[in-house]
Antibody, heavy 119, light 106 residues
Framework: QVQLQESGPGLVKPSQTLSLTCTVSGGSISSGGYYWSWIRQHPGKGLEWIGYIYYSGSTYYNPSLKSRVTISVDTSKNQFSLKLSSVTAADTAVYYC???????????WGQGTMVTVSS | SYELTQPLSVSVALGQTARITCGGNNIGSKNVHWYQQKPGQAPVLVIYRDSNRPSGIPERFSGSNSGNTATLTISRAQAGDEADYYCQVWDSSGGVFGGGTKLTVL
């Protein structure tokens, strides 16, 4: 059973780049059928899809964040990563990594990591 | 962009049936997925592709989707079902979530 674990700084300064990593265990990130995804949740609010990457490297981003988002995969470490540039307080949220299967559903989620943007 | 509309809150008596709706333009033509999120926890998939239950999800959870409304039905509601529920679809612009519904079990 695939498991996901997010890691990265819990505090980022405004205008800097938020960087998070999701470590995949119990399966290979190179196996087909999974779209490795990032989703965030602002405090007390709903869920917002950020984007995903397929193991081949193809990506798909939320248009509202596309200009600031990069998702990449490191098959040697069985990890995938999120970079969000030029952050503001509005990017303060819990960030989840998740797998999207061919059904279109996010069936496995990490526990989430809180990132606060503040000077 | 595509929008999904959910009621902010739904209440149900213990042991009764709760129905949570998710409205969207011609949502019946899309695959709808439902997630349960308890406080401080990550969401859990409870229904995928309108009406399919992942392994480990009780049969009390069911789903339907037609026209402009998808519905998550929770039969014989239990105290442990109290949570936020989100619907989700894919649109030309990507993944879209509903605003979420807080289910209260009385």
């Amino acid at each position: 059973q695939v498991q996901l674990q997010e890691s990265g700084p819990g505090l980022v300064k405004p205008s800097q780049t938020l960087s998070l990593t999701c470590t995949v265990s119990g399966g290979s990130i190179s196996s087909g059928g999974y779209y490795w995804s990032w989703i965030r949740q602002h405090p007390g609010k709903g869920l917002e899809w950020i984007g995903y990457i397929y193991y081949s490297g193809s990506t798909y981003y939320n248009p509202s964040l596309k200009s600031r988002v990069t998702i990449s995969v490191d098959t040697s470490k069985n990890q995938f990563s999120l970079k969000l540039s030029s952050v503001t307080a509005a990017d303060t949220a819990v960030y989840y990594c998740a797998t999207r299967t061919n059904s279109g559903a996010f069936d496995i989620w990490g526990q989430g990591t809180m990132v606060t943007v503040s000077s | 962009s595509y929008e999904l509309t959910q009621p902010l809150s739904v209440s149900v008596a213990l042991g009764q049936t709760a129905r949570i709706t998710c409205g969207g333009n011609n949502i019946g033509s899309k695959n709808v997925h439902w997630y349960q999120q308890k406080p401080g926890q990550a969401p859990v998939l409870v229904i995928y592709r309108d009406s399919n239950r992942p392994s480990g999800i009780p049969e009390r959870f069911s789903g339907s989707n037609s026209g402009n409304t998808a519905t998550l039905t929770i039969s014989r509601a239990q105290a442990g079902d109290e949570a936020d529920y989100y619907c989700q679809v894919w649109d030309s612009s990507g993944g879209v979530f509903g605003g979420g519904t807080k289910l209260t079990v009385l």
